[in-house]
């Protein structure tokens, strides 16, 4: 089936509006632009772009919502409505899914199995958690007693980014409903089909109108800034480049909001030589390739134990080479289309940049042969390079990882940890006593061993360092979109 029949047959792309206040919104100012396929470079749709006429709009029906339907909605019922919009998605799955891999180019396979699956299961998870979610109370001795009682932090402010568009947003949007708190969503530009469905979704369910507000448009002097700067927004919890997180605490410090980061990653893969090579190695091309390696966890600095370099090298770049690479909805395909030309542009420049540092490109490296259109990328490994090379101290986020050799597990601790990001790493060995010993010394907010991408949903999920302020997860989460008062009784 090619992308093309697909297309026709099967897909309507949206055109994006806004929602606002329970309504599809056009912008004031009637500006649009072009939502653009990335297999095909061939135009979606067009999208509506926000300014601050319509943040101004989504913040004030947020703000009323806060205050009136939401509030007096019980938290059973609040529990019932979140629930339904997980359903409603599990039963859009295949329309969803196909939005989000015209969106992004990547596998349909992927979206829906993995993307849209889990986007359904975020509202179901946090749903059950509040069900069961308590405070702290604290008698001190026969003088008093204390409890905490946890209230919305108020109306919150949720910007995403392009790679995983639908499961990033519920993943915020989610628990943000669940502690009360309503919700002016800024989607990624590149990505706004499914965060324009979701509305609907959410109004289905039974969300009152104004409690899910979602307004397309750019970062910079578009609704990005406008929802960061706006006065009456009280939190922002933002997921994409950390040089855009330093921007939005600048426009967020001006009424002081509080905070919620997931940034970028530049992570380590630790391979040790007792490792099972076999399962690393298939493991390994996963973690270095799926979603075009456009995800932030993705290890992308691979090091591997002296003496079974040469082993890993030559099964990793075999497997990596039969990847098929192209048209998103060909169940053969394993990597789709990077997300736009100036990705594109970028993440090319990396390899270029390899080249002129001396390394050698053993897979991948150009435009897979017969597709002209679109931007493909070959999965790429390099190896030969020095450890203070650009391409392998930057986030590249594509289809490019570096492979180094070490010796020594203390060399590979300080290699691993010599960067200013600590989003993930994954560390490979049979070696039980070892496998504690380095994961409590890598600076990174997730650690696996043995493993990639094993995820509960229970368990803290961010980054230290340059990668993150705040987790998010399970109770972690509620931390954030939720307020404690202590209340203290004498006795
Ligand atoms: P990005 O920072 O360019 O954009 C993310 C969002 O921020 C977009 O919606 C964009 O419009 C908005 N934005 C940009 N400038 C803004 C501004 N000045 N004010 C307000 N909003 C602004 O990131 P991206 O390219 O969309 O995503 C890729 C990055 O996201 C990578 O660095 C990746 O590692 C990171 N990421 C991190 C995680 C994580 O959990 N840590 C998950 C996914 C992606």
Redesign the pocket.
Known sequence: MSLQSTLENNVKALDCKHFINGQYLTSQSEKTFHNINPATQEVLGQVCEGGKEEIDLAVGAARRALNGTWKKMTSNDRINVIRRIGDIILERKDELARLESLDTGKPYWLSSTIDIPRAAYNFHFFADYLRGLGTEAYQTDDVAINYSVRRPVGVVGL??????PLL?LTWKLAPCLAAGNTAVI?????TPMTATLLGEICRDAGVPDGVVNIVH????D????A??EHPDVDAIS????????K??MS?AAKSLKKLSY????KNPNIIFADSDLDEVIETTVKSSFINQG????CGSRIYVERTVYEEFLQKFVAKTKQLVVGDPFDPKTKVGALIGEE?YERVTSFIQLAKEEGGQILAGGKRPEGLDKGYFLEPTIITGLDRNCRVVRE?I?GPVVTVIPFDLEEEVIAQANDTHYG?SASIWTNDLRRAHRVAGQIEAGIVWVNTWFLRDLRTP???MKQ??IGREGGMHSFEFYSELTNICIKL
């Open positions: 910007i995403n980014p392009w790679n995983l990033l800024k989607p990624a530009e590149l448009g750019f970062g910079p578009s609704a990005g800034s929802l960061t933002f997921t994409g480049e950390t040089t855009t997180g921007v939005i426009a997931e940034l970028g990653g456009e995800v932030c966890l990705h986030e986020f989003l999920f961010g980054g990668s993150g």
